[in-house]
């Protein structure tokens, strides 16, 4: 009964009650029942398909490494599995009627998630098989599918489709260097700032089509970052990350995440001049630091006063002697936000959060520190504004 | 019931079955007068002498296949669903040698098979050599087995249970089926991607889909408000839980009613005995010169039929290569018309192995029929001559292993292939 209509144009992969299990196992770190559901189809499809390949081709691999697929799917249907350079797009769907492929636009659009060819693939967990049952190219979606603008997916007839994965197998053995995909337009480059704003915007869980609710572009470049599509998944399923902890001796081997800028890059030139005096200070005696490095601290919109306000913290750093650092630490506003914030707290708190120094724009008309520590030493800075407080957490 | 061995009789009768079971030939006089009034411009214009039975019945197939194709004779899908009528009849019978199911007897399958002759007559390629009746006898029993598939699957299905398995293709025809305005359909569209988002199992790997309660609709509801604006602008309107219960529970009505309806109300495009008056003077001209004179050409073509003969020579020496339990699997497969089940009995071999081995097996003929076409100039293979070549190896492959007869009772016809 179970696999009765097996015809040998398609593959028919049976699934085992392990096979199953695994794949329950692989969904539940996604946050609602549909994406749960969608990682497991997918999870089903993905590890039967790549074992039946592996069986010739035992180099076959998934494209992405099992921990990071539960941010894709949390959003969006599909998997994708490699032979070499050739990227097959799996797209499971529990559809019984065979008539179309529909695929989601990110694979299609996107142009490091672009496919060679797409699988369409009707998954039956609970009579245990999977079958592929007809396939296309990147060339043939974008030329010949129809485009949904409400569910942003492209779309081919079953006519239009080769219902055959013999062809497939034989295509990718004679000519596997056969043109496959069409060339789209790049997407646009995202600020760190509009990515968070995104993050948040979207990472709302009561959000329930996050991929249709901002304008394509803006959220296939978010998506295909890994770290930002990571991020968006964990603020969905409400996982608090853990704060990264800067390393600031790395620094001293030139070793900057990005966010961690170059200080001309976000800075005004008088701000940089005087970043470091104090009023008790001449120009002349200011300190100076071997190294500066500026990240733009991003504080959403007040819920008292609706405004928002982009502050920029400014590190220095000069090493004293091997175990010893000279640190400064310094709070301003960024470019067009001349104003300084009023309402701006700061405090400065030791390797087990004891509050070991306290700064308000309030009192004093800058806020800065300067201190020494010894190398491995810890501390944080805690950015208060209105109801929202940002913590950045360092190793000297 | 006697078989039909008449040019006219084959393009213009049909099967009718009885209550108990046996089946004759009725006429369709339009189709027979056509038919008749055809014949007899052909034979004044091409000697009939040169030509035998065989020969001329491909004529007529490709002939009222083009005119079909060409929209340019009204009858000519009547005469194609009467020349048809065997080759649907057999893949009934081997259906339901197949598959045990108390829902339908040989007459319903011939009727779901005849309600699809569009989707055969657009797959059949002349071009490939290989004839209207063999590509039909390919065509029919893939078709119905599909069509056996939804349904079961369907029959297993609540109504709302049928709209999570249902693509969006079809969901949206079975609308616009209904004449709803496109911006009507919008918003059913929406609250269909609403419903899938919610309507899904509770626990994952379990079956078991959330109850359907005033709390579901109230959920479907919600999201449906809130993506509203975003997703349908100025043409979407808010919606309330017993309206949208009621646009879903409509849509799954009509899907069902769309995509599977009862077989006795299947529309079949030719059935009639007889239509209307008599106004055979509109009739286009049933013969078109250029096209006799193309057939005559493509008939005599020795180059084709050496083709056809150096084609079967590499199936069969690919055959030979394969190891006996793989061509083993093949002949289960294709000439006894057996089912995986069917195959790992009589083998005595696991699913994983049957369906592997027969996907192997089919593939390297594939290989070896688009490897030797490669041969004579070297020439480089494109992907689309590999999705056509695999199209023709089925034909080939029902040629080679021959199709039985389909069985009438008493008399059995020989039928002729390729």
Redo the contacts between chains.
Sequence with gaps: MMMQFFDPKEWWLELSPTAQAEAIQQSQSCSTPVSRHRAYLNALGLNAVLDWIRAELPEANTWLAAASLPAVWEVVNGAVIQLGAMRLVLIPTEAIDDSELEVPQEWVDSPNWIGDYYLAMQVKPDRGWVRIWGYTTHQALKSLGRYDPLGRTYSLDVEQLTPDLNAFWVTYQICGSAPTRTVVVPLPELSINQADQLIQRLGDPAIGFPRLAVPFSLWAALLTREDWRQALYERRCGIERAQPLIRLHEWLQGQFTAVWQAVDTVLLPNQVASAWRSPESEAANSPEYLINRVKVLELGPNSATGTAAKVALLIGMTPVSDTQMKLGLHICPVRENATFLQDIQVRLLDGKGIEVGQASAAVTETIQFQFSGQIGERFSVEVTMGDQTLTESFEI | MHTRQEIIELFSTFLQFETDGLSHWVTDLRLRRNMHRCVEDYVQRVSMATRDRRSLEQFWALHWHHCWQAKTHPLAEGHLSAYLQESCYWAAQQILK??TSVQFGVSDYCQIGMAEIRTIL?GFKPDRGASLKTFANIAFP?LL??Q???RQ??NLCSSLGLL???????FLEALRQTGLSSAAI?QY??AW??F???Y???Q??K?QLPTVDQSLWIAITD?YN??CP??LGATGMACTPAIMEQWLNQSAAWVRAY?YPPVESLNLPKAGIESGSERQDDLPDPLQESLLTEWVMWEDNQARQVQWAQIRGVIVTALEQLDAQSQEVLRC?YQQGL???QIMQQLQMS??T???R??K???AL??AL??WS?LPLNS????NL??E???AL?EWLVVHYGVPAPDFGRQTEVQEQG
């Design positions: 197949q598959f657009r893939k087995k599909d056996l598939r939804q699957e369907v999570r398995r249902i693509s969006k293709k079809r919008a569209q929406l991607m609403c899938n988002t919610l899904v199992p509770i994952t790997g079956h999201l809130t993506e975003n997703q995509l497969y089912t995986q089940q699913q994983a049957v369906s592997r027969l996907t097996a089919r593939e594939l290989l688009v490897q490669q480089s293979t494109t992907p590999i999705k070549m695999s199209a089925e």
